[in-house]
């Protein structure tokens, strides 16, 4: 707490001072100066402050301090602390419960002032610590300030001092270009000097040499002489002749002549050979121009679009010269008339191309600035990627295939010497070998099992078929029977159609009632074809065992496909599906309906089929 | 390739006969002459004193053989053995001579350059030139004999005169526009004189068999300048070297120079094979020396074996730090010779002088550089092919060739060499020896050359 008490502003404290020396003048209280340290002291409530009051209020004062705090709460803008007297004669009271509301007020001021001065504490505190930080601050860039200072004054001192030496080395320079200068011009004057003196010591030795020469050919010296056997022949085979001044005139004119002659003809052959490299480069400039005519030709007109007024003019020469200089007497002729001509075409030539490749250099300049923004990057990086993918498949792939040669050129290597591994593969072959064979029996098992079934079917078929007749005979007799009753007794038919009914029965009756309506039907079942093999094949059963091999063949390949086949011939048979069932009803003592059907039918269509079949296989 | 045996010789004076078949040689006084392929002498001629300077006639019929000391030339006949000739200059000396083309006259340089006395050997006529020059080439035949051009120097200026060879007849007579004439040089075909300045300045002009000036080619001033000029065979090119290490090749229609050929120290281009000679240990083999070393039938010799080695590229060359406060400082291109194709330029730069570079005419750059153990002596082109032989005054013979180089143990410290026209032999000359090196044809350099061709 007493901390708080010095941290606290000054200022902050020298405000409530002021405010309560106004409150003192404006009423002198006895204990202003208590309620001056109250108020300026804050809350915290001490033994001091209770002995203050206790001071400030005391039994004989009451009123006084009654009325001084009236007063003061008055100021400070509190409702009075008295009730409002109807009279002013009469004494006012105290009221206790504006006393009591003024005390709350205050003690609620008190509080709010409390959270008021902790928070400006805090932030005189913060304050205060970024004032520090600031001030550490502003030392540091001071001490910065000063060390550039430093800085800059030794640069410029440097400066200074490079200045100098600069001037002094350009005073050097100065001085050594002048020393220079003095050498050169020393050198100078010394080889004039050097020259005039050889000259004049050659002067000098020329007349030394000129007196000798006087001293010693004059002298008719003995001792010159050649001593010779005897004068050889010339080596061209000529007489050696010496000029006498006669013919002096004669051979020096020859003489000129040959050496002109040697002269034309070295540069005869100097022409020649200038000539031939011409007439190649100006082949080559021929081929140069023709190809740069075809280069130029398909894109002339893009140019000339564009820069119509400023080139057009010049291609259209280029065109004429091109047409003109095409020609080939134009190369024969000399190359005085055709230089110009020929230099200015080449060079507009040259121009345009020149032009034509800087569009172009700018176009790929262009591309390549195109080619670094954003998709194609990423287009790059893709195909980056996908290259590295790429190659790491391929990689893959090479080592797949590395690994199969390597377990090829084993296998192959151990075949070649090794006999276990043959021996091995043997073995793998035995095993396949009894697999296959069990497999086999397997099959062969099935293929009898298949067999006997077939074989029971068959024979199922032929005691149907046999039944089958016994029963048609039977029916036979009795409709002879019948036929024979009905002419007998017309009248009396449908009774003994009863009689007949009640006699063998209901299914018998329902069978004769289709049986009568199977003549109106039967026209139209012919014609579909299928009844009619069907009766066929019933009444071939039994009868041909070749047949009923055949059939038996024919299911056995059918087999398979019997069941699709089924659904088809039940739709198939569907117009006589009554007689069918009729049939069924009537075979069905001898087997079960399912699989009679499905061997009625599937034998019915193992024969259609056969037929197709037949009709195929050639 | 094998050698002859060894025979005496002094002052390096061998030489073939120019038709090939003869080998003149000097010992002491006495002049030798054997046949190229036996080797046998034929004939052998005494001279009065000991023979300083030899030359075969151009129908290699006669010898001269100088004695400068005491001012005699003797000539002698092939055919005529008793056939003699002196020729005595007397008091006037003789610091030179020299044969005319035709091989009749002799032109006898006295003392001083005073004169020159032309000896005819057909009449018994004498002729002189006065006012010849004393300079390192002051007198240059054409190659077809034709014509002479000569030095003069008259009232302190320089000029060439122009003689017809056939009877010494002053064809053209004109002063050249000269500090002081070094050298003349006729073109291969006899139409261009080449004149150049001393070596205080850069100067070279050309002039035209009658008298015409051509051109003038200067590359810089007021520095030494030219130190060796040749012409190319096919007279297309004149490669001029210069005190700044350089070759400038000029051509022969606008005598502008085509390119430049440096000799720096440092070789960086890659493309450039760098041989580098290198001692080998003598134990490690035997025989012919070269990269890789083949097999050849020399014994087993006494001192160190070497061979070439492609050196890795960025090379430094030896260099040698001239001394320039003398006359005639060792910088330089000092030698320069075309190869008879005139595909090949081999130079040597003399501060530099263990490197021969040789250039490659028809790209006109730099093909190859052979670095020696030693400093350059010599080194002559074959006739026949671009094949170039280079001695160092060691007991080895180094031969390049475009597919390859190698380095030969031979008999004797070669100081000098010359060619045999065939270039199926050679004479290596050594202070008081000499001997015949006989290249086995294309066989052996052939493959040691292809299977060093891959290295190229």
Redesign the interface.
Known sequence: MGDWMTVTDPGLSSESKTISQYTSETKMSPSSLYSQQVLCSSIPLSKNVHSFFSAFCTEDNIEQSISYLDQELTTFGFPSLYEESKGKETKRELNIVAVLNCMNELLVLQRKNLLAQENVETQNLKLGSDMDHLQSCYSKLKEQLETSRREMIGLQERDRQLQCKNRNLHQLLKNEKDEVQKL?NI?ASRATQY?HD??RK??EY?KL?ER??QL??N?K????????????????GK?????TGKT?AS??LR??D???K??LN?YEYRQKQILMENAELKKVLQQMKKEMISLLSPQKKKPRERVDDSTGTVISDVEEDAGELSRESMWDLSCETVREQLTNSIRKQWRILKSHVEKLDNQVSKVHLEGFNDEDVISRQDHEQETEKLELEIQQCKEMIKTQQQLLQQQLATAYDDDTTSLLRDCYLLEEKERLKEEWSLFKEQKKNFERERRSFTEAAIRLGLERKAFEEERASWLKQQFLNMTTFDHQNSENVKLFSAFSGSSDWDNLIVHSRQPQKKPHSVSNGSPVCMSKLTKSLPASPSTSDFCQTRSCISEHSSINVLNITAEEIKPNQVGGECTNQKWSVASRPGSQEGCYSGCSLSYTNSHVEKDDLP | MNFSEVFKLSSLLCKFSPDGKYLASCVQYRLVVRDVNTLQILQLYTCLDQIQHIEWS??SLFILCAMYKRGLVQVW?LEQP???????????GLVASCWSP???HILNTTE?H??ITV????????SYI?YPKACLQGITFTRDG??MALAE?R??KDYVSIF?CS?W?L?RHFDTDT??LTGIEWAP???VLAVWDTCLEYKILLY???GRLLSTYSAYE?SLGIKSVAWSPSSQFLAVGSYDGKVRILNHVTWKMITEFGHPAAINDPKIVVYKEAEKSPQLGLGCLSFPPPRAGAGPLPSSESKYEIASVPVSLQTLKPVTDRANPKIGIGMLAFSPDSYFLATRNDNIPNAVWVWDIQKLRLFAVLEQLSPVRAFQWDPQQPRLAICTGGSRLYLWSPAGCMSVQVPGEVLSLCWHLSGDSMALLSKDHFCLCFLETEAVVGTACRQLGGHT
Request: one cysteine or more; aromatic letters at 10%.
């Open positions: 050169q050198i020259n050889m000259k050659e002067r020329n040499k000798l020469h010693v050919m002298k010296d003995k001792k010159i002489a050649m001593d010779i056997l005897n004068y050889v022949g010339r080596a061209d007489r050696g002749s010496w000029r002096e051979f020096f003489n000129e040959e050496m002109y040697i002269l070295d | 151009a129908d006949s008793e056939w003699h000739c002196k020729i005595d200059e007397g008091s006037a035709d091989g009749r001083f005073l004169r000896w005819s050997l057909c009449t018994k006529s004498v006065k034709r014509y120097r009232d302190c017809v009877d007849q064809l500090q002081d075909n006899g139409c035209s068999l009658d007021w």
